[in-house]
Structures are given as C-alpha cells and as structure tokens.
C-alpha cells in the first residue's frame, strides 16, 4: 500500500489534533492512567497549540494520506540544534500511525521523508525521543541508523517517565564544510 505523503498546515489542524489524541491512545492507553491520559492528550494535542506550531517556522508538518484521502498517520520535525536554534539538528518531534495502517510501510515512508528532510536541510544530524518500554519503535529506529546516546525524562499527564533520546548521524561536523 501506498501512501502521500503531503506537507500540513494549519487548515489541517483539527484531523490533526484527532489523529494524534488517536494514535497516541491506541499506543499507550493501557500503559498509563485514564487521568494522566486525558490530561496528556487534552494539553498537548490541543487544536490552539497545533495551530501556534503551524505557525513556528522550526517546525514541520507532513501527513500520510491513504487514496481516498484520508489521514493515516503523520511527521513533526523540529529543525533545530541543540540549544534550541534553528541550526544543524533535526529532531524528528513525532512519527504517529493509526493501527490499522501498522504493517503498510507507512512507517518506512514517513521515516524517508524525515530522513530526506534532513538532508536537504544539509543538517548533520537527526535526533529523536523514544520511550524505554516501546521496544517495536526502537528496533524500528535502530534499523534506520539511530543509536541509544541518553535519556530523558518525560511528564506524561503526572507520570514522569523515562526515554531514550536516540540518533542517527548523517555526516561529522568536524570535516563538514557546512
């Protein structure tokens, strides 16, 4: 199956919105509370706070659509360093995918354009955050090229949890000419 994969914007703003609190209740609902659930999803997939980062320039957006036009998952990248400036780093922010679309190869898809993003920004770097116990999703990355290089805390609803920050080299900065 093959999927478009087309850049979002903030019209796109409310399928967005579904489509996270969707994706995101089917991966981790049975790991995490119903309150620290509804907290989570109503403040951070909230269609105010997706509309703001339409408008951010250091983020992007791309959708996956079926053909019938329909959204089946989706790409946020952050394009920024380190520090938090717009720089030589691309942190890939999201990589979300309804269920029914597991096995596709839309996620393949979605990873080549973060991948492909990446390099057309010329950055050295993609860097991303992982939960520990999702083990499909870092054998996945790990296959992509990305390595386990920390960790990090993560405050779901008031559940702080525990995640691997994980990346993929795309060329040493020290003999770039960048």
Not at 79 to 108: S, V
Not at 151 to 158: A, D, E, P
């Amino acid at each position: 199956m093959s999927f478009d994969i087309i850049k979002l914007n903030h019209d796109s703003a409310l399928d967005l919105a579904h489509l996270s609190r969707e994706t995101f209740k089917e991966a981790y609902s049975e790991f995490n509370t119903e309150e620290d659930m509804a907290l989570f999803l109503s403040t951070r997939f909230a269609i105010e706070k997706l509309k703001d980062e339409f408008n951010n320039p250091d983020f992007e957006f791309y959708g996956a659509v079926d053909s019938n036009g329909i959204l089946k998952g989706y790409l946020k990248l952050a394009i920024l360093d380190k520090y938090g400036r717009r720089g030589d780093c691309i942190e890939l922010a999201r990589i979300y995918i309804l269920r029914e679309a597991y096995g596709t190869g839309l996620g393949h898809q979605l990873m080549q354009k973060a991948n492909d993003r990446a390099l057309e920004l010329d950055a050295f770097e993609i860097s991303l955050i992982v939960w520990q116990e999702n083990e499909k999703a870092i054998r996945f990355y790990k296959k992509w090229g990305f390595e386990i290089t920390g960790t990090q805390s993560f405050l779901l609803g008031t559940d702080l949890q525990d995640d691997f920050v994980m990346t993929k080299v795309l060329k040493n900065k020290l003999t770039s000419n960048k």
